[in-house]
């Protein structure tokens, strides 16, 4: 599965979009994008996924680029819960899942 | 979404002693599971996955035989930490993946505090 890169951190004011970026450069056609948080002393929590369109769902937003080689992840009104490492991963079906580093996002308030 | 539960989610046990983790699939049938432990600070590293029916799969660098992982049910798998060191002391977290191609999502549970004394 293709690597992905991550900002180690990122800060957002309460009530604000949270936008959380990811490059994933050298993903393949059939591999799908995942992005997951891990709040302190939990088990990681899955928040959405796509393969080339852009989807949204209750939780959150996921912007894929056209060349598929980058994506955002949007929270649109974060709040103090949405503090948590955010994780994104891209897998090829079936595959398991390879945790990078991830983003410490710390929401203020 | 699916849910997958593990217990316990704490334990403290004496070295040399063996300790037993379950992982269920709550309202799906998971064929494969996945243990993964992480250390304080960093991310979760892989360790096996586990196959219903099969010998589970491990990662480079990790015992089989100190991680004794069983698979007998669609529902169930569990960990064993055989004779725990003060150095297995970590987090434990398991997965199963289920859906169609489609939407094919990785549950995990919500991990196991394995305190070695």
């Known amino acids: 599965d293709a690597k992905t890169t991550q900002p180690p951190s990122m800060d957002c004011a309460e009530g604000r979009a949270a936008n959380l970026p990811c490059n994933h450069s050298t993903i393949s056609g059939n591999e799908y994008v995942y992005w997951y948080r891990q709040i302190h002393s939990q088990g990681p929590q899955y928040i959405i996924h796509g393969l080339k369109n852009n989807e949204t769902n209750e939780m959150a937003s996921l912007i894929i680029t056209e060349d598929r080689k980058s994506s955002t992840l949007i929270l649109p009104h974060a709040t103090l819960r949405d503090t948590a490492v955010y994780y994104c991963?891209?897998?090829?079906?079936?595959?398991?899942?390879?945790f990078g580093a991830g983003t410490r996002l710390t929401v203020k308030p | 979404g699916a849910v997958v539960s593990q217990h316990p989610s704490r334990v403290i046990c004496k070295s040399g002693t063996s300790v037993k983790i379950e992982c269920r699939s709550l309202d799906f049938q998971a064929t494969t599971m996945f243990w993964y432990r992480q250390f304080p600070k960093q991310s979760l590293m892989l360790m096996a996955t586990?196959?219903?029916?099969?010998?589970?799969?491990?990662e480079q660098g990790v015992e089989k035989d100190k991680f004794l992982i069983n698979h007998a049910s669609l529902t169930l798998s569990t960990l064993t930490v055989t004779s725990a060191h003060p150095e297995d002391s970590s987090f434990y977290i398991c997965?199963?993946?289920?859906?169609?191609?489609?939407?094919?999502?990785?549950?995990f549970g919500a991990g196991t505090r394995l305190s070695v004394l």
């Open positions: 997965s199963a993946i289920t859906g169609t191609i489609a939407k094919n999502i990785q549950y």
């Open positions: 586990s196959n219903e029916g099969s010998k589970a799969t491990y």
């Open positions: 991963i891209v897998r090829v079906f079936g595959n398991d899942m390879r």
